[in-house]
C-alpha cells in the first residue's frame, strides 16, 4: 500500500540528507507502466523491509503524468506533479505517452526541462546471462552523461513555408549573407557555456568518486565548431581550471608522462561522434565515463543498450544539482499494457540508482545480486526467454516474486 507518512528528503550544504522514513514520489507510468511500477515497487519494498530489519521503508507518494492524469485532471504533467517532485527531492517514473498533436512536445523533455534536470546519467553494464548480439558484451562497462536541457531539445524550430521560418531565413540571408532556401524547414540548437560545463563537471567528479579510468567528451566538433566543438572546449577549459591536479588529458599523457598514468588521477579525452560509435564496438573496453550533447547522448545511450540486451535493460536517472527523477528508459508498449508480461529489469536498476543516489547502498547491493542470481537461473520474462536456451519463462509479478525470493 502507498502511504505518504514520511519525511521529507532535504539537503545541507549540498549534501542529501535522507531519513529513515522519506517520502519519495512516484509516475507509475503509461501502457506497460503500471506492471513494471509494481513489481519494482515489491522488489524494493523487500529488499529495504529485510536488509534495514524494518528500520528503514520508503512512503510513495503517486503523483500523476500521461494518460492518467490527463484522465483525471485534463491535463498531461500538471504544475502540482511538478511542483511535488522539486519539493521531495527524489522520485521515480515508468514510462510516459507522448502525446499526439500539439501542446506538450515530449513529457519527459517537458519534466526535464522544468526541474532543470541538466544530466541524463545511464549507466550500461552487461548482466551475465542476458541475449546479447556482442562477443563480448562483458567489455561494455560505461556510464553516459548527457547533457538534458539544451540543444535542439529545446524544440526551437518551424515547418517549412510557415511566417517564422520564412521570417528567419530572409534574415539569415540578407543579413548574415547565407543561403538558405526559403522553403526549408529551419530549427536553432542553442548550447551555452553554462550549460556544458555544469554537465562535464558532473562526470569528471562522478568519475572521481567512483574510481573511474577516463572521462571522455564525445562530440561532432569537425562539423559544428561554434556549439559541439565548443562543447569540447569547454570541457577542457573546466578540466583546467578546476580539476587541473586530479585530471590528465590525452596530449598531457604522453608529452608529459610519457603515455603513463600518475597515480590518483583520470585521463580526459575526446572523440568525434561518429568514430565514438565504432570505437564502443570495436574496443569498448576502452571508454568509461562519457560526456555527451543532448542529441549524441540519445543516440549513444540506446545504442549501448543494444550491447547489454536493449533498453530493457538500461537503467536512467535525470538529475540536477537537488532534484533527481528516476525512469525507465523504454517506451510504453501499450499492446502489451496490463498482460503482466513485460521485462521490469529497466525500471528496477534505476530504482537501484536511486537507492544508491539516497546513499542506501546494502538494499541496492541487495536487488542487483538477486537481480543478477535470478537472470543466472534463466527465470525471466518473454523478451529474454525467447532468446535464451532452457530459460524458465514468467509473469512480469513472477520475476518479482524471484528477485524478491533471492533477496540474500
Known amino acids: 500500500m502507498s502511504t505518504n507518512e514520511g519525511d521529507r528528503i532535504t539537503y545541507t550544504g549540498g549534501m542529501i540528507q535522507v ?18 511500477w509494481r513489481a519494482t515497487q515489491r522488489v524494493v519494498d523487500a529488499a529495504v523491509r529485510k536488509i534495514y530489519a524494518g528500520q528503514r521503508r520508503i512512503a510513495w507518494k503517486e503523483v500523476l503524468a500521461g494518460e492518467k492524469a490527463y484522465h483525471e485532471t485534463g491535463q498531461w504533467l500538471p504544475q502540482a506533479t511538478l511542483d511535488t517532485l522539486r519539493e521531495y527531492k527524489v522520485s521515480i517514473k515508468g514510462p510516459l505517452t507522448t502525446p499526439i498533436g500539439g501542446g506538450i512536445r515530449s513529457l519527459n523533455v517537458t519534466i526535464r526541462q522544468e526541474l532543470d534536470l541538466y544530466a541524463c546519467v545511464r549507466p550500461v553494464r552487461y548482466i551475465a546471462g542476458v541475449p546479447s548480439p556482442m562477443r563480448e558484451p ?18 526551437i524550430e518551424w515547418p517549412s513555408g510557415s511566417p517564422e521560418a520564412t521570417q528567419l531565413i530572409e534574415f539569415i540571408n540578407r543579413e548574415l ?23 562535464i563537471r558532473r562526470a569528471i567528479q562522478y568519475a572521481l568518486d567512483h ?23 569547454w570541457g577542457y577549459e573546466l578540466a583546467q ?28 579525452k575526446d572523440r568525434i561522434a561518429d568514430i565514438t560509435f565504432q ?7 576502452e571508454f568509461d565515463v562519457i560526456a555527451c550533447p543532448n542529441l549524441n547522448g540519445d543516440f549513444l545511450s540506446d545504442a549501448l543498450a543494444a550491447q547489454v540486451g536493449g533498453v530493457g535493460m538500461a537503467p536512467g536517472s535525470n538529475i540536477a544539482d537537488e532534484v533527481a527523477v528516476f525512469e525507465a528508459t523504454h517506451g510504453t508498449a501499450p499492446k502489451y499494457a496490463n498482460l503482466d508480461k513485460v521485462n521490469p529489469s529497466s525500471l528496477i536498476l534505476s530504482a537501484i540508482m536511486m537507492l544508491e543516489h539516497m546513499g542506501w547502498n546494502e538494499a541496492a547491493e541487495g536487488i542487483g545480486q538477486a537481480l543478477e542470481a535470478t537472470i543466472a537461473n534463466k ?3 518473454y523478451d529474454l526467454a525467447r532468446q535464451t536456451a532452457g530459460a524458465r519463462e514468467v509473469k512480469t509479478s513472477e520475476f518479482a516474486d524471484a528477485i524478491i525470493q533471492a533477496l540474500a
Not at 531519513?19 to 513494471?36: A, L, T
Open 279 to 285: 570505437q564502443v564496438l570495436l574496443r569498448p573496453s
Open 379 to 381: 527465470i525471466v520474462t
Open 138 to 155: 562483458d567489455k561494455v562497462d560505461m556510464v553516459i552523461f548527457r547533457e538534458n536541457t539544451e540543444d535542439i531539445y529545446l524544440g
Open 177 to 199: 549573407h547565407k543561403h538558405i532556401s526559403v522553403d526549408a524547414a529551419i530549427g536553432i540548437k542553442p548550447m551555452t557555456k553554462a550549460g556544458s560545463q555544469r554537465l
Open 19 to 36: 531519513p529513515d522514513h522519506p517520502v519519495i514520489p512516484f509516475i507509475e507510468g503509461d501502457g506497460i507502466g503500471p506492471d513494471i
Open 211 to 233: 574510481h573511474r579510468r577516463s572521462v571522455t567528451l564525445m562530440h561532432k566538433g569537425n562539423i559544428m565548431k561554434f556549439t559541439e566543438g565548443a562543447f569540447r572546449d
Open 241 to 268: 581550471t578546476e580539476f587541473a591536479d586530479r585530471v590528465v588529458t590525452e596530449d598531457a599523457l604522453y608529452k608529459e608522462f610519457n603515455g603513463k598514468m600518475p597515480p590518483d588521477r583520470i585521463l580526459l
